[in-house]
């Protein structure tokens, strides 16, 4: 039979050759959107790929993005803050960014100035002396004098500071406000609590630790104590919400590393503490050599010990987390002058060597520099970092 084409198409032929058009049109999207996909995964993989090899590789060199001298008093010493950096002296301090530009200034005279640092809040005091001068990012706070020698300071996020005092025949503990006023005192005597050894405020300055330093049985002891400043404080006897005697050890630094938790740094261990109002002990990380050195991150306790073994490199670097697990053993043979934290970075540093590792171990730099380095920190980009030297300020990229 012969084939009838049609003169005009019927709606059922409409209809099918939609279907087709619409069949054809989402394959070819389809092929379009594939090939896009493979691409950005392509890409992807590229970016990341360049992104691993960058954050494993080790830098054996750098450039200097910009350097600016200086010219500061003999014995000026430099802190990290907030992105910015601390001079002080005894003749005062000063807050400078990157390029040396003084953002504030304070003159004082002291003959030791002692520094603490709780986010954006800075207290200065001189210690043995009896001045101190509190600040905050835009500067100048308040001065405070006190009567008795002065021994150790420590400053909440609000500008509350809790000062540790020497009397001839007892130890105070006192509190101000950041407009200097007087909150509370504690007068410590040998013979009752104990000499105190370190204090330390949290952050919201709710709560002050204070470890104390005990003869039992003519035995060395340590009793860690917490004060609560907040309702739940006035409820117990001289607002102590806690307290526990550690036997034969001695506890010379407890540090609050956020508002509910503590650690306190024996020769043995460290000791974490957890509680909003009522601190207990959470856990103990045992330490079974002597502790070299030891220094704190945002949420990090960090020690040196001697290396364990002859095969072993010179010194080894532990980082504990806020739970008391070891996160990090660093070996390392940089006779090193200062350790700290500096954001994610780990660095170890003497006059003119330096060693940067990442918080997993990755060493991201060794090498020398040209110059007396004073300090070292993370600066803002990728692999970029703040170098002070005695006398010039640089900002270097690893390379």
């Known amino acids: 039979m012969a084939k009838i084409t049609p003169l005009f198409k019927t709606p059922e032929h409409e209809a099918q050759d939609m279907k087709d058009y619409k069949l054809k049109l989402f394959r070819h999207r389809a092929g379009r959107g594939m090939k896009i996909l493979i691409c950005a995964v392509v890409v992807l993989g590229i970016i990341l790929g360049i992104g691993i090899y960058a954050w494993n590789k080790t830098y054996l060199g750098y450039e200097t993005i910009s350097a600016v001298e200086r010219n ?53 005091a001189d210690q043995q002396g009896n001045e101190v001068y509190v600040f905050n990012e835009q500067g100048f706070q308040t001065q405070i004098t006190t009567l008795l020698p002065i021994q150790q300071v420590s400053i909440s996020s609000q500008g509350v500071v809790a000062l540790l005092l020497n009397g001839s025949d007892a130890a105070w503990i006192s509190l101000y406000d950041n407009e200097g006023t007087n909150l509370t005192e504690a007068q410590c005597r040998l013979e009752e609590t104990g000499q105190p050894l370190s204090i330390s405020i949290s952050p919201d300055g709710a709560k002050l630790a204070v470890s104390y330093l005990q003869v039992l049985s003519k035995t060395a002891s340590s009793c860690i104590v917490f004060y609560n400043f ?72 960090g020690i040196v010990v ?50 940067i590792y990442s918080k997993q171990g990755i060493l991201r730099y060794t090498g020398t520099f040209d110059g007396t380095l004073a300090n070292i920190y993370k600066g803002s980009g990728l692999r970029r970092y703040i170098l002070v030297f005695s006398d010039r300020t640089e900002e270097i990229k690893l390379k």
């Open 72 to 124: 500061d008093v003999l014995n000026t010493q430099y802190v990290e803050y907030n992105n910015k950096m601390l001079k002080y002296s005894r003749d005062g301090i000063s807050c400078v960014n990157f390029k040396n530009e003084a953002l504030w200034s304070q003159t004082y005279s002291m003959q030791t100035p002692i520094i603490d640092i709780c986010q954006g809040s800075i207290v200065v």
């Open 306 to 355: 001697e290396g364990a073994g002859k095969d072993s490199q010179k010194y080894e670097v532990r980082l504990f987390d806020t739970n008391g697990n070891q996160t990090l053993t660093q070996g390392t043979n940089l006779t090193y002058s200062q350790i700290k934290m500096s954001g994610e970075n780990l660095i170890l540093y003497s006059d003119n060597e330096c060693e």
């Open 230 to 301: 907040g309702p739940i404080g006035g409820n117990f006897v001289d607002k102590i919400v806690a307290s526990k005697v550690y036997e034969d050890t001695i506890i010379p630094r407890i540090k609050y590393l956020g508002d509910n938790t503590c650690v306190a740094v024996s020769d043995q261990s460290i000791i974490y503490y957890e509680g909003k109002e009522i601190p207990e002990e959470k856990a103990i990380a045992e330490i079974e050599t002597e502790i070299r050195s030891l220094f704190f991150g945002e949420k990090t306790v």
